[in-house]
């Protein structure tokens, strides 16, 4: 349990200082080695698809966007797959979509 005084993410409760600011991946172009990626498939308004590179791995992302000082910017709803987990997905989609037909 993190109590006054302890440091968490470089700050903390004494010692006079405040803490340490943490900045989101990406604001500085700085971010490990991502782009932003191509944009697939607009799946609604806020959701979509992208293949793009992190740290040189090519990914296919789906996440939600939102809006911010008028940019379109991605949120935490999301996830990524690396080239082996989009093949088990893709190999599957006929079988998810049967599941889905028997429930509707």
Do not use: C, H
């Not at 991502?34 to 697939?40: C, L």
């Not at 498939?41 to 911010?68: H, L, T």
């Not at 080239?83 to 599941?99: E, F, G, P, S, T």
């Amino acid at each position: 349990m993190w109590r006054k005084g302890n440091k968490r993410f470089g700050g903390g409760g004494s010692g006079g200082n405040p803490p340490a600011k943490r900045q989101a991946a990406g604001k500085d172009g700085s971010s490990g080695g991502t782009d932003d990626g191509t944009v697939v498939a607009q799946i609604s308004k806020s959701k979509r698809v992208s293949v793009m590179n992190w740290n040189g791995m090519p990914m296919v992302d789906v996440r939600e966007f939102y809006v911010k000082d008028g940019k379109d910017l991605p949120g935490r709803k999301g996830i990524s797959l690396t080239m082996d987990q989009w093949k088990i997905l893709r190999d599957n989609i006929k079988a998810i979509d049967d599941v889905i037909k028997e429930n509707t």
